[in-house]
Every structure is written in C-alpha cells, then in structure tokens.
C-alpha cells in the first residue's frame, strides 16, 4: 500500500468486502479509496466530497498511484446526485453520527437492496444507531479501534426494511461484543463510564422526567457493565 492508513481507515478497509465498485463518501485526502482500489478489494472506486480542495487532493493521490482510469471523483453533497447502480460498498466517515443519518436520509436510493454500508460515526453514534433501526436497517456487525486516544466504532449495515425496538443500552453499545478485542473493550468501559455521569447529574435534577431519564441510563450502563468480561492481560486496553 502506497500511504499507511490511520487506525480508523485501516478498520475501514479491514471490513470492506471485495466488491466490483465502492464509494468513499467524504473521501478527504483519498488514502482510502485509493488503497482499497490499488490492492483490488474493490475493482472501482468512486471519491465524493463537499469541497473542491480535497477531492483535488484525493485526485492528486489517485494519479500519483496510477488509479486514475479506476477511481472517479464527484464533488457533492453526501451523495446527491450519485446513482446506486452497480454501488456494491458504500462508506461514510469522520463525521457526526447525526450528519450521517441526514447524509442516508437525503438519498433517494438508501433502501436499494444489496449495498453494504460501513459507517464510522465520530460522534454520536448511539443517533446513528437509532436511525438505522428506525428506517430498515440491520445493523450486521460493528469493530472497535483506537485513534489519536479515541475509541470508535464502525458499523455495517444492510437495507432489509423490517424495523425493530431495541433497548437503551443497545442504542449506545450495538453490536459490539466487549471481549472481542482491547479497543472493543475499551469501548464498553468507556460508554457506561459516560452513561454514569450523564445519570448522576441528572438525578440532582427536581425534574421528575430527568430523574427518570437519569434512571434509563443508569440501567443502561449497568447492562453494559454486565457484558464487560473480567479484564486479562490479553484484553487490557
């Protein structure tokens, strides 16, 4: 691979399944659609970004690697404008779980059978979560890594269009089992650490709906806290 990716781009890759084409929506300086390309896990690539400056970047990177016959670049928002056909992978990442949602939300064609999503929330991701349930999604599968101190997620999903509830603390764990590796773990430890002390401020409150709120995530927390297994060495963060 021609530039190393960071943690989060790594794990991108890792779960990307090959695939004939993938779109790499919010493709910033292009490392990773270039290097899922230039190793063959995806034939095809597509590069979309809001701003013109870094899709000249991510196309500077295309030609430095020779890619430029097998990736296009599309300036967008979100992905306006780019049609599902033939779309095999589509992945969002660096951003709020919330502009995710409105990014799915605003395409006309989320609901097309058949497209895997891998989704990296920076932020929020229990809104994410909760969006994707709420509008078809089955969430599949998600990993765990740790970038710059930070542990993050990411998510894949598939358009099925049956919706089901899901408790609080799924919302804010998903699909991620605390044993399956230290980042994973760390995730857990860190969701009910946050849950907690959203609870305990809360529950100063007089507020009777913001004592029962502080109550929700209090059970919450402790639901996660019962699936964090006992620390060995080989899960320590």
């Keep these: 691979m021609s530039h190393e990716l960071d943690p989060r781009l790594a794990l991108l890759y890792e779960m990307t399944p090959p695939c004939r084409l993938a ?8 490392y990773l659609i270039c290097t899922l390309v230039e190793t063959n896990r995806a034939l095809r690539g597509l590069a979309a970004d809001l701003n013109p400056l870094p899709l000249e970047k991510a196309r500077r990177e ?12 599309c300036l967008t928002n979100g992905l306006t404008g780019i049609p599902a056909d033939g779309l095999d992978v589509i992945l969002i990442a660096g951003m709020g779980g919330e502009t995710i949602s409105h990014i799915l939300e605003s395409w006309p064609e989320r609901e097309t059978p ?15 979560r909760q969006y994707l349930w709420d509008s078809g999604f089955v969430i599949s599968r998600e990993k765990c890594c740790t970038a710059a101190g930070r542990v993050y997620s990411v998510l894949e999903a598939r358009f099925t269009g049956e919706t089901a509830s899901h408790p609080q603390w799924e919302c804010h764990l998903g699909a991620i089992d605390p044993g399956e590796s230290p980042h994973a773990l760390r995730y857990a430890q860190t969701k009910a650490a946050q849950l907690e002390k959203i609870a305990a401020g809360l529950n ?34």
């Design 204 to 237: 100063t409150s007089p507020d009777p709906q913001s004592r029962q709120r502080a109550a929700a995530l209090a059970e919450a927390a402790a639901v996660i806290r019962g699936k964090i297994p006992p620390v060995t060495p080989s899960l320590l963060p």
């Design 114 to 128: 058949g497209i895997t999503w891998l989704l990296q929330p920076m932020t929020k991701p229990e809104r994410l």
């Design 23 to 30: 779109a790499d929506i919010g493709t910033d300086h292009g």
């Design 62 to 73: 295309a030609q430095t690697r020779g890619l430029t016959k097998k990736i296009s670049f």
